[in-house]
């Protein structure tokens, strides 16, 4: 078993197809709250496998899209310090902000480098003892235990050189928000797979409580999100409101307690800003004092005045679930992963540009 | 972002694994996985092993699908 192929097999996922027909009974709303998640569902052809009953709806988990205006055109001025070098996951590099991007910076000889791991920036900070090495800290609960780690060798290792950028979101908080809003009708949660290694699926449980919602915790491979689009469905049809773990090969109800350790000694909670969203209490991840000499927001000016979103830009929106992309007024005419206008169309688990690169 | 692969160990040294990423090698810091074993297959997010797979509840979930098919 490698636990890909097995869970590839197109004639189970006929079969499971058929099943999802059979007991869709009205029109459901689901919300696939991870973008990985509206990746798999278009790059597998699930959408076209569904009866028309089923609507998906993307949700708020991409971690580039989520991420404020404010906070990308800190990025983007903190990539014009003096002796700096910014290290970035890729996603980030053509999100535009108010008046750049550091695709833009980088062209105009900014040191910004792009990693696959957050390992690599503080092998920088060791090789560039002259030179201030950035990270730029973003994603959810799969990954802040990952930057959590760095921090502390960073911390072993004594570095006076490597800094932070936080800007580390919580995904339950989001969703609460998003039931709170009520701008969007959802009747069922595909809750993120892998952020839920870390947080377990306890996590929702007060979504299923209190917003009478259903949950269910799912992988990515095709039979993983059949198979959870079949457990919402059955859960709707019997007015359940039940958190249920499809996963369970990666996801248990509590979760992974050693990641979560890592996050919680070196990160607190703290109001953050999402775009869509708005402000969201305890939302987001911000260094302990302890690590504060790391903290990029602590030890650099992040001033951006006249930081705002593009207003043609739909992507506030359609990280609610309250518009789809093709409702967009910009899309596929003049933005475009080439001349994207707003995150969503650039980061690849974006749902702009997933339904751009998809045409659905 | 939120992407992991599932991989199989080679070899460990000092808490990084040397995996087998669909035919592609890799390394990953498995300093999070206690009691991660050669053979084992482990989820890599960002060059760090974040979870072991496991294989019984691999079987079972398939099993399921497998009988709704029937």
Redo the contacts between chains.
């Keep these: ?4 192929d ?2 590839r097999d197109p ?2 996922a006929g ?2 197809a058929e ?1 999802i027909r059979k007991i869709s009974l009205r029109r459901v709303n689901l919300m696939e709250v ?3 998640h509206t990746v798999a569902v278009f790059r597998h052809g699930l959408k076209d496998m569904l009866p028309p009953g089923i609507g998906l709806l993307s949700g708020p ?4 899209c989520v991420t404020s205006q404010r906070d990308i055109d800190s990025m983007i001025k903190l990539a014009g310090e003096k002796r700096v070098i910014i290290a970035t ?1 890729g ?1 980030m590099m053509k999100v535009p902000g108010t008046f750049s991007s550091l695709e833009k910076e980088k062209a105009l000889g900014r040191d910004i480098r792009v990693v ?5 920036s503080l092998a920088m900070a060791r090789d560039n003892p002259g030179k201030k090495v950035i990270f730029l800290g ?3 609960e ?2 802040s ?2 930057i959590a ?1 760095c921090v502390l060798d960073a911390e072993r290792m004594d570095f006076k050189n490597y800094f932070i950028l936080s800007s580390h979101k919580l995904v339950p908080p989001a969703m609460r928000a998003l039931m709170e809003k009520g701008e969007s009708k959802i009747d069922g949660f595909l809750c ?4 839920s ?2 947080i377990g699926s306890d996590a929702y449980d007060f979504i299923s409580e209190k917003y009478r919602i259903p949950c269910v915790v799912a992988g ?1 491979e095709p ?2 999100v059949l ?1 959870g689009i ?1 457990m919402l469905l059955r859960q709707v049809n019997r007015s359940e409101n039940r958190v249920e773990i ?1 996963y ?3 996801v248990s109800r509590k979760g ?1 307690e ?2 979560r350790k ?1 996050m919680d000694e070196v990160f607190e909670k703290t109001d953050v800003e999402w775009r869509g969203l708005g402000v969201i209490k305890n939302s987001g991840l911000r260094l302990k004092r302890k690590f504060l000499r790391f903290d990029a927001r602590s030890n650099f000016d992040m001033k951006t005045p006249g930081s705002r979103e593009n207003k043609k830009c739909s992507c506030g929106e359609i990280l609610k679930g309250a518009k789809k992309p093709f409702e967009c007024k910009l899309f596929a005419k003049t933005c475009k992963p080439e001349n994207p206008f707003g995150p969503c169309m650039v ?1 690849t ?1 974006g749902a702009c540009a997933t339904y751009y690169k998809y045409r659905a | 972002m939120c992407l992991a692969i599932p991989a199989k160990i080679l070899s460990i040294k000092h808490n990084i694994a040397r995996v087998d990423m669909g035919g592609v090698e890799r390394h990953a810091d498995i300093r999070m996985l206690g009691g991660a074993r050669t053979g084992d297959y482990i989820l890599v997010h960002a060059g760090f092993g974040i979870e072991k797979v496991h294989p019984e509840e691999a079987k079972k979930t398939l099993e399921i699908i497998r009988e709704m098919g029937k």
Aim: glycine share 8%; charged share 20%; net charge neutral.
């Design positions: 078993m490698k636990f890909i097995e869970f004639r189970l079969k499971l099943k991870c973008g990985t988990g991409c971690p580039v996951f996603d696959y791991s957050p390992s690599e973003i994603g959810f799969t990954t235990p990952l780690s993120p797979g892998h952020v290694v870390t990515f039979l993983d198979q079949y499809q369970t090969r990666a992974n050693h990641l890592l980061s688990e």
